[in-house]
């Protein structure tokens, strides 16, 4: 046997494997092709042996010549085969072939579902990984509905490798089988908590694709992915997690508040930049979708918009990209912020990096305002000067004219600039887009009355100078704007001052030179002229001018005649004739002016783009029926010639068809209207319909005359910087007089609201230069509103929009192989088995072939094989029954939990987004990370700290040592003050995460008319001096940790660390002195008295939290620890040792955790009588009862368990399992409250403390 | 997801291509030749993403690549992943490359695309990550391989010195060619910087 395999492989040694061909092909450089021709020869030689090895080989080099671009699709058969050995090395030569070449098309894929699944079950872990791994790549609907269950199985695989790659190809099963996704999920969402770091990524990674489509199903998600976020160290996780949460949170606002805190402080603890990325990306998601209810938020703004500078101004060109990408989003929302990094985005015009240049040009298009358009244009026309390489020149020019022409020239103060500015911008030499520049002159001297006057005078000196546009060959693109100015000038010809110098120009010799559309507008336009000369010189008794004009219409014309541009010889002969005949009417001497004029006689309308679209199908009309029978097959010849005229078109310009639209429709609509009135069954559809065409008369749009100040060309400086300074003048002088009125109104009313006048002037304070009026585009009557719903009826994503959330029926399950019982026995056996009762009979035929072969190299193999099989078989048959088993009693408790569990879920979602303290559902695990979530709120607490501290400051900052002991007693007394007022103000001026969480905790339905909450925070001052400040959370995030003794449980005390100086402060130390009920946790190995080292340095100005656990015996009295803070202060000259003394304060309350608690369970609390009671009365609480609750949720702990009017029952634990219920009545500012608790002194001091947070109100 | 990782040489020759998507044989290697136009014509010190992946399903991707040596790595994703996360799997693959080969070359990828694939297998599947730690890939590489050399055994043996016997008679050994003998400098990126 031994020796059969050795001959067989020195058979094999002669054969060329995947190197030899490599090398061969590297030797035939020049008859490449040739040489893989004859190595494909072989290759079929090689298949039609009987050897595997043989074939795997072959099939090996398929794979290398398929990623050459040849096609291997003849082989599948063969790479099926390979991809059934026994033998890993060529089951995975095998399973790569197939991955790279199978697909959707691939007829013999449906050979493969029982390989694959008996590749699955393999007791060798890289079997299955092999298989599921060239699954994802080739999964089809049919394998993906016949492994679905398989594949589910394995998610729960013994391996974490088995595990991880189970969970990432559901997703690809889900995509291809729809219906599998509810029967899985339950598991999929299990395995976000699997304890492999691999599976758990996997399995975000899949949800996270699946909720990208559809979202609003994976909501209910988010307080695990929460969890995730805040427990996940690893990076990949949490970017995912957090990208996730940006695709959420436009679904949900609350959850956005939610997030803002813990990503606020990811931005800032983080050191990996692609984190932090997209930490700001998701913070500008979040504060995108809360932009329109909460203002608010300007703190994160700021912080995304400090921390994405940081990312422009690095040196790593791809931080410069993301953060300019990043800073476009923001950009949509608020403006403001990127403004004033104005300065940043134009050095990156500078970048040599074209791609980050581009960004920033996109960036600038969202800056600009009134007031900085001119200046940003500026800069960006120095540019256009300056740049290299016409694609980005062109980018530029584009840019300028978007950002000019945005929002219908929303920001353009003053249009002569603008028309300047377009003029410039046909000096560019070689640019493509002289068409986009001619059709904005077109657009501006239309639909801006007010600037023809100006915009015609520019266009008359272009026109002069229009050998400079022409000058060198065919700078093709820039002489489009001739078209535009030929135009205006004809049109608005009666703003020239001299018509008869620009006739001139247009008939000379040269302009034949131009493209054909330009020459016809050339010559139409002439006429226009004409007809305005002849009119200047009406009544004029010497009629010599206008003869001459007309003698030089008819010397000129002849050129245009015979000009091989159909339209211009058209055009041009024909106003040739009417030239001659105008002129034998002058030599009459008989008046003609006027009836030329009348020629063009008429106001022409910009018309929208979608005019026409708009334009309603009437009633009873079909568009796509035939009015005439079809034309026959053979008719469509003839049209051909046709197409020769049509051709043409493409290459007139844009502007050019703008145009002919807008006569084409005016002339239409005129048609129809004659139309419609003569015909005496047409009912007319309004009488306003009448105005739309009449009404935007001319003459009601004022016309401001322009008073031409400016001389059209200023020696040594381009036109358009002039504006810029006379733009500046302008606006310093306005600003003077408003500054004058508003002197005068602060006489008046001295002492009120200070403005600062030096501030940046606020958009509405620009006042144009001139009024203008920008006539809108037309519509027609009764347009339809458009909705063009462009989304892809074939994105596979559609059919996973299933609601996960709802009960799985019990229809839905995965389809179990029980009508084929043999498919579930290994492959092994049913090779034995012969009874297969497929539905194809072609796959059986194959499969018996198959096994034949499988027979004989069964023979082949030794003996120890033969031994190992039949074990094998014995453990298939085991794992046979198990799957089975597994699988029904899966399905029954799927079928059984969700009921309740969704439900459930759905509430625990609103509870979890809404409930102020501790999300109740993953309780132990979030503490930590909302007690972090407060962090910023605290971050952006300091501000609006009274600024007395800081006043009386200074003076001790550098004093003495003695001195400060003496101040120290006054000043404590004065921080107690403080910390009153400090209450105070947190309640006026701090929207907080949780202010709509105790609103929502009470119940629905009353909420909504009841006045909002005012804003609460759970932090207090704790101690602070010139140096530091701390700040201490009120409501301690409590923990018990299970398994500890009963009487002993732990607090988590987060203090924030705010640095007040200007120095820096390190080695921070904390301590405190133990009592004998609390002691604060130190390391193992460090003494009693230790103190502990605080985590972090602050530079100047910044703020940082810490937390420090203590260990409580008792928790039913309330606990005063002593504790001191030194630090070292650091300056540049010197550093000292400066210390903080404080007082660590553990409320009753602060043992309270948040648990909800359903009425029935309560009543039975209630009733059990192992409870004992006292009550409390408040006077003269004069605030609505839904504040008093809330206000008892959220500093106390409790939540609201039912509410009836002004009654309420509220329930909270102890971390040592002491239940405390409440009964809160309200009537006439009295508030009584009813309390019940298994521990007395523990519910007395709780009323207290509840006693105090009111007597503070 | 990931839609195509496409490794090819200073030349535009693909060395590996892997596409998560169908595509028929010549759209393949369109895309790559596109590919390598847009991304060879790059300077070196600007940054490594390229908007608007119109080769493979629209607007919504981007290509994320590095530069390394002779060699081009490039990675055609959509907007679900990050793009510095993207930067720093491209290293991590590299270092695995390198790590498995022994100071990676070009010629390794190119007589070895197989092993490549293999690699790339335990990092990335069916378009989605699968596994970022270095580590974790490299034992499973090992594993595998390890578990190829014992089925081989006694077979493997002889074609094993065949293979030895015809690199020492054909002089067209990889050595003579003087393309891509450089090994890949792998520089040591801090991950997630």
Redesign the interface.
């Known amino acids: 046997m031994a020796l059969k395999i050795v001959k067989g492989s020195i058979d094999r040694m002669f054969d060329k494997n995947l190197q030899d061909l490599v090398r061969g092909i590297r030797n035939h450089k020049e008859d490449e092709a040739k040489y893989i021709s004859t190595c494909i020869d072989e290759i079929k030689q090689e298949l039609k042996q009987d050897n595997i090895a043989v074939k795997a080989n072959a099939v090996c080099k398929l794979t290398y010549l398929q990623m050459l671009g040849y096609d291997v699709s003849w082989a599948a058969f063969n790479i099926v085969e390979v991809m059934s050995s026994s033998k890993f090395t060529y089951k995975r030569i095998g399973y790569l072939a197939a991955s790279q070449c199978f697909h959707e098309g691939t007829d013999v894929i449906m050979l493969t579902t029982n390989q694959i699944r008996k590749d699955l079950s393999s007791p060798h872990q890289y079997d299955t990984g092999v298989a599921l791994t060239g699954l994802s790549c080739f999964v089809t609907p049919d394998l993906a509905r016949d492994l679905a269950n398989d594949i589910m199985t394995l998610m729960s695989h013994t391996k974490p490798y088995i595990r991880k790659k189970a969970v990432l190809i559901m997703y690809k099963v889900f995509l291809k089988y729809p219906e599998s996704l509810r029967p899985a999920f339950p598991r999929l969402k299990e395995k976000l908590e699997d304890p492999d770091p691999g599976v758990q990524s996997a399995a975000v990674n899949v949800i996270c694709e699946l909720a990208r489509r559809n979202p609003k199903n994976y909501l209910s998600l988010a307080p695990l992915f929460f969890k995730l976020m805040t427990s996940s160290t690893n990076n990949w996780v949490l970017i995912k997690i957090i990208k996730l949460f940006g695709a959420l949170t436009p679904l949900e606002p609350r959850l956005g508040k939610k997030m803002i805190e813990p990503l606020t402080n990811l931005i800032h603890s983080t050191s990996a930049m692609s984190l932090l990325y997209e930490c700001v990306n998701t913070v500008i998601a979040v504060l995108i979708s809360l932009s329109s209810g909460m203002p608010n938020h300007s703190a994160s703004i700021q912080l995304c918009v400090q921390k994405l500078r940081i990312l422009i101004e690095d040196s790593d060109q791809n931080l410069k990209y993301l953060g300019l990408l990043a800073m476009s989003k923001i950009l949509k929302t608020h403006p403001k912020s990127v403004q004033s990094h104005k300065d940043l985005i134009l050095q990156c015009l500078d970048d040599k990096d074209e791609s980050i240049r581009l960004r920033a040009l996109d960036l600038l298009y969202g800056m600009v305002s009134k007031k900085n358009l001119m200046e940003i244009v500026k800069k960006l026309m120095l540019h256009v000067d300056k740049a290299e390489g016409t694609t980005y020149r062109d980018e530029l020019l584009t840019k300028i004219i978007d950002i000019c022409s945005q929002s219908n020239y929303q920001y353009i103060t003053n249009f002569e600039w603008y028309i300047s500015i377009l003029v410039e911008l046909t000096r560019l030499e070689g640019t493509r887009h002289g068409h986009l520049i001619a059709s904005q002159m077109l657009d501006v001297a239309i639909r801006v009355k007010a600037i023809r006057g100006f915009a015609v005078a520019q266009m008359a000196t272009l026109l002069d100078n229009a050998h400079l546009l022409t000058g060198n060959t065919q700078r093709n693109g820039i002489c489009e704007v001739l078209y535009a100015a030929a135009w205006i000038c004809g049109e608005f010809s009666e703003h020239l001052e001299d018509p008869m110098q620009t006739l001139e120009a247009m008939l000379r010799p040269k302009v034949a030179t131009l493209p054909g559309h330009i020459q016809a507008v050339y010559v139409q336009n002439a006429a226009k002229l004409f007809a305005t000369v002849l009119r200047k010189h009406e009544g004029e008794t010497d009629s010599h001018a206008a003869q001459e004009t007309s003698q030089l219409l008819i010397d000129r014309l002849p050129l245009f005649v015979q000009s091989a541009n159909l339209e211009v010889q058209e055009r041009a002969s024909c106003i040739l004739q009417l030239v001659k005949y105008i002129q034998k009417l002058q030599q009459k001497k008989v008046e003609v002016a006027e009836e030329v004029t009348a020629l063009f006689a008429g106001e022409l309308n910009p018309v929208a783009p979608k005019a026409q679209k708009k334009v309603p199908v009437p009633e009873g009309l079909d568009l796509d029926a035939w009015i005439n029978k079809p034309p026959s097959e053979s008719e469509s010849e003839d049209e051909k010639p046709k197409a020769v005229f049509a051709k043409e078109e493409p290459k007139h310009s844009r502007s050019r068809h703008t145009e002919v639209d807008e006569k084409e429709l005016a002339r239409r609509r005129e048609a129809r209207k004659q139309e419609q009135a003569n015909n005496p069954f047409y009912i007319k559809a309004s009488p306003s319909s009448q105005k739309v065409y009449d009404a935007p008369g001319v003459e009601h749009i004022p016309v401001v005359q322009i008073d031409l100040s400016v001389p059209l060309k200023v020696p040594g400086m381009p036109m358009s910087d002039q504006y810029l300074k006379l733009e500046e003048e302008r606006r310093q002088k306005e600003k003077a007089e408003r500054k004058k009125k508003e002197k005068k109104k602060k006489r008046e009313k001295r002492g009120k609201e200070r403005k600062a006048d030096s501030g940046p002037e606020s958009e509405e304070d620009i006042t144009p230069a001139h009024q203008v009026d920008i006539v809108t585009e037309e519509m027609p009557e009764n347009a339809l509103p458009s909705d063009d719903d462009d989304k892809d009826p074939n994105d596979p994503h559609k059919a996973l929009d299933i609601d996960l959330d709802k009960p799985l029926a019990d229809s839905e399950k995965l389809p179990v192989r029980t009508h084929r019982p043999e498919v579930l026995k290994s492959p092994a056996e049913d090779r034995v088995n012969e009874n297969i009762p497929q539905e194809t009979k072609k796959r059986s035929g194959k499969e018996t072939k198959e096994k034949k072969k499988g027979k004989e190299k069964d023979r082949k193999r030794s003996k120890e094989e033969k031994k190992k099989k039949k074990h094998k078989e014995v453990e298939e048959e085991l794992l046979e029954s198990q799957p089975e088993e597994a699988v029904q009693s899966e399905e029954t408790k799927e079928a059984a939990t969700p009921p309740t569990s969704t439900s459930a879920e759905a509430s625990d979602l609103d509870f979890w987004l809404c409930s102020a303290p501790v999300p109740p559902a993953a309780q132990e695990e979030t503490a930590p990370s909302s007690a972090a979530a407060v962090d910023t709120s605290s971050a952006a607490a300091p501000e609006s700290e009274p600024d007395e501290p800081k006043d009386a400051e200074p003076e001790d900052t550098k004093s003495s040592k003695h001195k400060k002991k003496k101040q120290k007693k006054e000043k404590e007394e004065k921080e107690k003050k403080k910390k009153k007022r400090h209450h105070h103000h947190h309640h006026h001026h701090h929207h907080h995460h949780s202010d709509a969480g105790g609103e929502d905790s009470v119940q629905n339905g009353t909420v909504e008319e009841e006045e909002p909450l005012p804003p609460m925070s759970n932090y207090s001052l704790l101690a602070e001096n010139s140096y530091i400040k701390m700040m201490k959370e009120d409501a301690d995030q409590v923990y018990d940790i299970q398994g500890n003794h009963q009487d002993e449980s732990k607090v988590v005390v987060s203090v924030i660390f705010e640095n007040k100086s200007d120095s820096f402060l390190k080695s921070m130390e904390f301590n405190v002195l133990d009592s004998l009920n609390s002691k604060l946790q130190r390391p193992e190995g460090a003494g009693a008295h230790d103190s502990l080292t605080v985590p972090f340095q602050l530079p100047p100005g910044i703020s940082n939290e810490a937390r420090f656990v203590f260990s409580v015996q008792s928790i039913v009295m309330p606990q005063k620890l002593k504790g001191t803070l030194t630090f070292i202060v650091k300056s540049d000259e010197s550093s000292t040792h400066e210390k903080l003394d404080f007082k660590l304060h553990f409320t009753c309350t602060s043992y309270l955790i948040t648990t909800p608690c359903y009425s029935d369970a309560y009543a039975k609390l209630l009733e059990s009588g192992d409870l004992k009671g006292s009550s409390l009365r408040l006077e003269g609480i004069n605030m609505p009862f839904h504040h008093l609750l809330a206000r008892i949720c959220f500093h106390h702990h409790f939540s609201v368990v039912e509410r009836i009017d002004s009654c309420a029952s509220m329930y909270s634990r102890s971390i040592q399992g002491h239940h405390v219920c409440l009964l809160v009545k309200t009537s006439d500012q009295t508030v009584s409250i009813d309390a019940k608790c298994d521990e007395p002194s523990l519910l007395g001091n709780v009323l207290d403390e509840i006693k105090q947070t009111f007597s503070k109100c | ?1 990931i839609k195509a990782i496409l490794i090819f040489n200073n030349h535009g020759k ?1 060395r ?3 596409f ?1 998507e ?1 595509y ?3 759209t ?2 369109q895309i790559i030749r596109e590919t390598f136009h847009l991304v060879s014509k790059r ?1 070196e ?7 608007g992946g119109l080769l493979i399903g629209g607007s919504d991707n981007k290509l994320i690549y590095r530069h390394y040596a002779t060699l081009y790595f490039v990675f055609c994703v959509d907007s ?1 992943e ?4 993207i ?2 799997l491209i290293q991590v693959f590299v270092e695995t490359l390198d790590k498995c080969f022994e100071n990676v070359c070009e010629l390794d990828l ?5 092993k490549v ?2 690699i790339l ?1 335990e990092m990335v ?9 270095m580590s ?1 890939i490299i034992t ?1 590489v090992e ?2 391989g390890k ?2 050399k014992s ?2 055994g ?3 043996a ?2 094993r010195a ?2 030895a016997v ?1 690199n020492m008679n ?1 002089p ?1 050994m ?1 050595k003579n ?1 003087n393309i891509g003998d450089i090994s890949i400098k792998v520089p040591n990126l801090p991950s ?2």
Do not use: R, W
């Open positions: 997801m693909p590996m291509s892997k998560y169908h028929t044989e010549d393949e290697q300077d010190n600007i940054c490594n993403f390229l908007e679900s990050s793009e510095l996360g930067l720093d190119i007589f070895h695309v197989d694939h293999n297998a599947m069916g378009g989605m990550v699968l596994e970022t730690n974790e499973q594993a595998q578990m190829e089925e081989a006694i077979a493997g002889p074609a065949v293979s015809k054909l067209e990889p060619i997630f910087k």
